[in-house]
C-alpha cells in the first residue's frame, strides 16, 4: 500500500550527499546575488535580492522534505490530475495574470507570486512517466503510440508560448523528447517527428513577440544593434571575457557594479560569477552542476521500476538542459531566451520548483533500499 506520511526508514537512507551539492550551489548563489545587487553608492549598499534568495531557499527545502516523504509511486499515479491542474493553472494566468516586463506569466495568490510554468516542469516530467508506466513496451515505440504524449507535450508548450516565455516553453519540449528519445523510439517515428517539428517552425515564429525575433535574429550579428537586441549578449560576453583567469574578485566586477549587465540577479548571473571568479571560478561552479547532473543520472540508473527511471532521468534533463541553455546564452553560443541557472539565479518559482525536484530524487533513490509492499 502506498504510503503518504513520512516513513522513518526513508531518513536513513537521506541523500546526504545531492543535498550538499544542492546547498553548495545555493551559497555561491547567495554570494552572488548579493555581488550583483551590491553597489558602491552608499545609498545603495545592499540589495534585498540575497535575502529573499535565502527565504525562498529555506521554503524550497521544506518543499523537498514534502517530495521526499511523498511515495514518488504515488504521485506519478496522480500524475494526470497534477497535470490538469498544472494546465488550469496555466489557463488562469491568460485570464488572471498580470504583467512584468511584457510576459503575463505570474499569478498571485494572498499576495505571493507565483509562476505556473515552473510547476508545469516537474508536471510534464510526472505524466510522462505515468503514460509510460502504464504503455509498457519491450519495442521501440512507433508514432501512432506517441501522438498521446505529443498532445500531452504540445498543450503547455503553446499556452506558456503564448505568454510568452519561449525559454520555459523550450525547456518543456526538451525534456519531453529527451525521456521520449531515452524510453526508445521507432527511428522512421523519430525522423516523422522530427521533420514534423522543423516544419511546425514557422507556427512558432507566428507566435513570437517582436523582441524575441529579434533576439534570435541578433543572435548570428550582436554588433548589428548594440544598443539594443544585441545589448544582453555584447555586455555579458564583455564581463565574461574580463574575468580572466582568476576574477576581478569579490564585489570588484565592473560590468556588474556598474549596472552594464541587464537582469544580472536572474539570467545573466554566471556573467557576474565569471567576472568576479573568472575562468577558475566558472570552471569549479560547472564541476558542482556536473556532480549534481551525474549523481542524478546515476539515481535514474538504479531506480526500482520504470516510473522513478523516467522521473529521475526526466529531472536530469530539467537540470542539463537549463544549465546548458543559460550557460550557452550569456557565452554568446546560444540564442537568449531567459532562462534562470538552477540553484544560482534569483527567483521563487524556480527554487521551489528546483528544491522539489530534488526531494523526489531523494525519494526515488531512498525507495531502491526499501522493499515495496
Known sequence: MLFLKFDRSNLHNFDWTLLAIVLSICAIGILNIYSAGYSYDA????????????????????????????????LAKGAYV?????????????????TMHGSQRWLSIGGLAFQPSEVMKL???????RYFEDHKSNQPYKLRELIVPALLIMLPFLLILKQPDLGTALII????????????????????????????????????????KDRLIIFFNPERDPLGAGYHIIQSMIAVGSGGLWGKGFLNGTQTQLKFLPEQQTDF?????????????????????????????????????????????????????????????VLGVLPVVGIPLPFLS???????????????????????FILHR
Open 43 to 74: 545609498l545603495e549598499r545592499q540589495s534585498p535580492f540575497y535575502i529573499k534568495q535565502i527565504q525562498w531557499i529555506l521554503l524550497g527545502l521544506i518543499a523537498m522534505i514534502i517530495t521526499f516523504s511523498i511515495d514518488y509511486r504515488f
Open 82 to 98: 497534477i497535470y490538469c491542474i498544472a494546465i488550469a493553472l496555466l489557463i488562469l494566468v491568460h485570464i488572471f495574470g498580470y
Open 123 to 129: 508536471s510534464i516530467i510526472l505524466v510522462l512517466a
Open 173 to 212: 519540449v526538451l525534456i519531453s523528447a529527451s525521456i521520449i528519445f531515452f524510453i526508445g523510439v521507432n527511428w522512421k517515428s523519430f525522423l516523422i517527428a522530427s521533420s514534423g517539428a522543423l516544419l511546425s517552425a514557422p507556427i512558432v515564429w507566428h507566435f513570437l513577440k517582436d523582441y524575441q
Open 269 to 329: 548571473v554566471f556573467s557576474v560569477f565569471a567576472e568576479e571568479w573568472g575562468f577558475t571560478g566558472g570552471f569549479v561552479l560547472i564541476i558542482l552542476f556536473m556532480s549534481l547532473v551525474f549523481w542524478s543520472l546515476k539515481i535514474a540508473l538504479h531506480a526500482r521500476d520504470l516510473s522513478g527511471t523516467v522521473i529521475a532521468f526526466g529531472i536530469v534533463c530539467l537540470f542539463s538542459w537549463q544549465v546548458f541553455i543559460n550557460i550557452g546564452m
Open 346 to 368: 534569483y527567483g521563487g518559482s524556480a527554487m521551489l520548483s528546483f528544491m522539489a525536484a530534488i526531494g523526489l530524487l531523494m525519494n526515488i533513490n531512498a525507495h531502491r
